[in-house]
């Protein structure tokens, strides 16, 4: 198991800005790539952005580029997600994932932490 524990969400205005982090246990997290998915009632877990194992490729989902972005200290064991340019449709419980070589998904999750954005 790879207890992950995401903070940071809350109540902000359209426009703002929040800033999620997700603790990792272990001693193995700067072998792990990290994601951050989101999820609303009724859809489909959403992808929101990934980073790899040294912090040196990142990838995001079409409906946050520019506004969002990932980064990881592996000195700290947390991996962020830095929320620009809010608007009401990234409300959503904000999940943080890790995926363990050579493993081609990601087993271990968070309990989420809730983004309410209002207009």
């Known amino acids: 198991q790879v207890p992950l524990v995401e903070s940071g969400g809350g109540l902000v205005q359209a426009g703002g800005s929040l800033r999620l982090s997700c603790a990792v246990s272990?001693?193995?997290?700067?072998?792990?790539?990290m994601g951050w998915f989101r999820q609303t009632p009724g859809k489909e877990r959403e992808f929101v952005a990934t980073?790899?194992?040294?912090?040196?490729?990142?990838s995001y989902g079409d409906s946050v580029k520019g506004r969002f972005t990932i980064s990881r200290d592996n000195a700290k064991n947390t991996v962020y997600l830095q929320m620009n340019s809010l608007k009401p449709e990234d409300t959503a419980v904000y999940l943080c994932?890790?995926?363990?070589?050579?493993?081609?998904?990601?087993?271990?999750w968070g309990q989420g932490t809730q983004v309410t954005v209002s207009s």
């Open positions: 994932a890790a995926r363990k070589p050579p493993d081609d998904q990601y087993k271990y």
């Open positions: 980073i790899n194992w040294s912090g040196s490729a990142t």
């Open positions: 272990g001693r193995a997290f700067s072998t792990y790539r």
